[in-house]
T-cell receptor
Framework: AQSVAQPEDQVNVAEGNPLTVKCTYS??????LFWYVQYPNRGLQFLLK??????LVKGSYGFEAEFNKSQTSFHLKKPSALVSDSALYFC????????????FGKGTKLSVKP | KAGVTQTPRYLIKTRGQQVTLSCSPI?????VSWYQQTPGQGLQFLFE???????NKGNFPGRFSGRQFSNSRSEMNVSTLELGDSALYLC??????????????FGPGTRLTVL
């Protein structure tokens, strides 16, 4: 069965420092991986996805993610955090095949302090 | 292009009642999926509709149902509400049926509170 894990409930970072939000996955076949962000009282906003190709994927708002097949990880990164990046981040996976809803991790709350 | 819209945004019901939530996808999108978000269980998939047909269903009781209309708008219904149904219900749309690398675009959600 497909699953995704976000091992950290919360990540605290100082503004201007690099940030990493971790995600590991388990899926049969080729994985399709996604990151979404949720601001308070809002729906989820798509940040980026990995389908195939380059292991480093660039997305919205300066975020990027690194796909590592051997470690089954898809960590979200940003070189310099902003206070406005503070939000809830979700990693999601969809297994290969024609059908497949998104399976979400529990979410990681990112807090960026000035 | 307008995003996914959901109505109502907030809803308060009492146990035993039923509720209908509405979702209008992005123009041109034909797939609509519903998710339930709670602090304890996180985001859980309810069902997906494409071209008025249910394609996929999550592990929820039969009290949760949905449908999709010819204009791709979707409704979900929850009957005999329970306290545990209190949640944020999110609708997501995509051009094609969910699968592969198709990303889904989410609405702001409907916050349902069951008293």
């Amino acid at each position: 069965a497909q699953s995704v894990a976000q091992p950290e409930d919360q990540v605290n970072v100082a503004e201007g420092n690099p940030l990493t939000v971790k995600c590991t996955y388990s899926v049969s076949g080729n994985p399709y991986l996604f990151w979404y962000v949720q601001y308070p009282n809002r729906g989820l906003q798509f940040l980026l996805k990995y389908i195939t190709g380059d292991n480093l994927v660039k997305g919205s708002y300066g975020f990027e993610a690194e796909f590592n097949k051997s470690q089954t990880s898809f960590h979200l990164k940003k070189p310099s955090a902003l206070v406005s990046d503070s939000a809830l981040y979700f990693c999601a996976v969809r297994g290969g095949g024609s059908q497949g809803n998104l399976i979400f991790g529990k979410g990681t709350k990112l807090s960026v302090k000035p | 292009k307008a995003g996914v819209t959901q109505t109502p945004r907030y809803l308060i019901k009492t146990r035993g009642q039923q509720v209908t939530l509405s979702c209008s996808p992005i123009s041109g999108h034909r797939s609509v999926s519903w998710y339930q978000q709670t602090p304890g269980q996180g985001l859980q998939f309810l069902f997906e509709y494409f071209s008025e047909t249910q394609r996929n269903k999550g592990n929820f009781p039969g009290r949760f149902s949905g449908r999709q209309f010819s204009n791709s708008r979707s409704e979900m219904n929850v009957s005999t509400l329970e306290l545990g149904d209190s949640a944020l219900y999110l609708c997501a749309s995509s051009l094609a049926p969910s699968g592969g690398g198709n990303e889904q675009f989410f609405g702001p959600g409907t916050r349902l509170t069951v008293l």
